[in-house]
């Protein structure tokens, strides 16, 4: 028996699992960098494969979009299969202007506009904040890879599309590095479910400057996020 969203028998999912949004990007990963790698859910085309890198065992996903689609994933990952560290791997579009197309970003915490979140809060706000042994983890792991990151704050959003154009100057001024749609539900949730959680991103376009990655940048730097984020297995 699996969960609604998922397939998977019990015990078919690794404790450590990476969820990218995009499940073809689960299967980019699992038929490239794992080994033995198997698809355990094909519901809704939101593939999961569980395989072996470096000979530990580890579980890649699709989460969807946004904070609706990732927080049932999330849920049901630790609920029912005892997924114990939950690595989103995604990309952000950076708000300072001394971020570039590429770089990697090790996720603090996420501030952000969640409904979800704030009712569950009552309207306060919960400070989501990544587990700390992840974190310091992928931070050892990536200067033993040579791959630069930098740590801080970001937001996740309900909303990409906007029509204000000062949308992030707040933002800005208050040292959040870049903007996304899954974080902070992902946080939120694995610490009240008792899961550890963390969230690699990289920086697809910059929403100050306008720049954006070309698809080569692109793929260099998935690599680079998805490298740190296996290491954790
Ligand atoms: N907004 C929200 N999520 C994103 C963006 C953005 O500009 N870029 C990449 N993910």
Known sequence: ???????????????????PGDPLRAKYVAENLLEDAVCYNHVRNMFGYTGYYNGKRVSIQGSGMGMGSTAIYVNELIETYKVKNVIRVGTCGAI?????????????????DSGANMAYFNGFQYAATADFDLLYQAYETAKRLKINTIQGSIFSTDTFYDDNPNRWDKWERHGILGVEMETQILFTIAKRLGAKALSVLTVSDNIKTGASASSKEREQSYMDMMKIALELA
């Open 1 to 19: 028996m699996g969960s609604i969203h998922i397939e998977a028998k019990v015990g078919d999912i690794a404790e450590t699992i990476l969820l």
């Open 96 to 112: 300072q202007e001394r971020l570039n197309v590429g770089q990697v970003i090790l996720a603090m915490s996420a501030s952000g």
